[in-house]
């Protein structure tokens, strides 16, 4: 490790199913993880406390696909299913107290999750067109649900891939990285609620940015760039735009994974 400790991981799960994906609650007491069974590649939903023990079964649908994450107050669970309509996959809010569940969105279409914004007005969907070409859009959640019509946030003629989303604590800027336009993927913004706001793209390096991610105060962004094969670690202030001193790291590998505590 950077600091020069060893450390061993503790197995929280025995499953034979492999683990689909997992993160950590806001509070860090608790983990959202998923999985399928035998292969069936129709991944449920569970949380796990911190150190193991017993697992808490969110979703428990075998003909239905899910996927979701923690909304950014951890009382909740923002996810899609397909459950109602096999094709398309609609958006859900799961209250982890009362379970109650809510329908925020849905249309006939592959809607993939990006997230829901710290004021819970905001909810973020994804559409893949194929050839790593993709669509950004947003849903006003204050809209009736019959009312809720996306808005396409990246109108686009070329193909162009958006990843690595982050939502600002004030719900106003999506933050991302892309290629749209460009050689490179490159970290770029939006300030989503003007509807006449355009991407605003913020730096210009010939390396591929591969993560990009904040602390959960918006005033830290750590990202990676493949650098001919090996990542290079940046850390940067995000009210001035200067870059801060971070772990001193092996000059070869590749980082994946990455998260910030805090």
Do not use: M
């Amino acid at each position: 490790t950077p600091d020069g400790g060893a450390y061993w991981p503790d197995q929280l799960t025995f499953y034979s199913d492999a683990i689909g994906g997992a993160e950590w609650s806001p509070d860090g007491k608790t983990i959202l993880f998923r999985k399928d069974h035998d292969g069936d590649e129709h991944e449920q939903l569970y949380l796990l406390p911190e150190n193991g023990g017993q697992v808490d079964t969110l979703t428990n649908n075998p003909k239905a696909i899910f996927a979701g994450q923690f909304a950014p107050d951890g009382r909740s669970i923002i996810y899609t299913s397909n459950e109602r309509n096999e094709p398309y996959f609609y958006c859900y809010r799961l209250d982890l107290t009362s379970r109650k569940r809510t329908l925020l969105f849905q249309s006939d279409n592959q809607n993939g999750l990006i997230g829901i914004s710290p004021n819970n007005r905001w909810l973020f969907v994804e559409r893949d067109s194929g050839n790593a070409n993709g669509y950004v859009y947003v849903v006003d959640l204050d809209a009736p649900l019959a009312r809720r019509i996306p808005r396409l946030l990246t109108p686009h003629s070329d193909d162009a891939s958006f990843s690595g989303f982050t939502i600002s604590p004030d719900s106003r800027t999506l933050y991302f990285f892309t290629d749209e336009d460009r050689e490179f993927t490159t970290r770029a913004e939006l300030r989503f609620q003007d509807r006449d706001a355009r991407i605003i793209f913020r730096d210009s390096v010939p390396h591929d940015v591969d993560q990009d991610i904040f602390s959960r105060d918006g005033k830290v962004e750590v990202i990676t760039r493949n650098v001919d094969g090996v990542s290079q670690l940046t850390i940067y202030d995000v009210v001035t735009g200067q870059t801060l001193r971070g772990p001193q790291l092996p000059e070869s590998g590749f980082i994946t994974n990455l998260q910030v505590s805090g």
